[in-house]
């Protein structure tokens, strides 16, 4: 069992960056790998990056692609999702998900535990 809990969110203007924080609990955070998804009003939820548990393979969107930063910390049992030259079109709710595989996928439902979110708005 993982709890996650994310951070970093908040209101920002075009082009500005945000760090968001994933901070996990319970059994071992290195042992799974993790992933960003969002899901803006009216939308479906949308896959950001995905890391496997030694951090060693990332995967994007391809929208988020030299934009977006994915990152792990696993002694601080901490994920990390770093958004630069944000646009409005990133408004939505970003949620941090573990996976017990190592697949980083960009699969939804390959991810058994989620966090409750943080919004990220930008203004333009």
């Known amino acids: 069992q993982v709890q996650l809990v994310e951070s970093g969110g908040g209101l920002v203007q075009a082009g500005a960056s945000l760090r968001l924080s994933c901070a996990a609990s319970?059994?071992?955070?290195?042992?799974?790998?993790m992933g960003w998804f969002r899901q803006a009003p009216g939308k479906e939820r949308e896959f950001v990056a995905a890391?496997?548990?030694?951090?060693?393979?990332?995967r994007y969107a391809d929208s988020m692609k030299g934009r977006f930063t994915i990152s792990r910390d696993n002694a601080q049992n901490a994920g990390y999702l770093q958004m630069d030259s944000l646009k409005p079109e990133d408004t939505a709710v970003y949620s941090c998900a573990a996976s017990r595989t190592n697949y980083y996928s960009s699969n939804s439902f390959a991810y058994d535990y989620w966090g409750q979110g943080t919004q990220v708005t930008v203004s333009s």
């Open positions: 890391i496997t548990w030694s951090g060693g393979y990332t």
């Open positions: 319970g059994r071992a955070f290195g042992s799974y790998s």
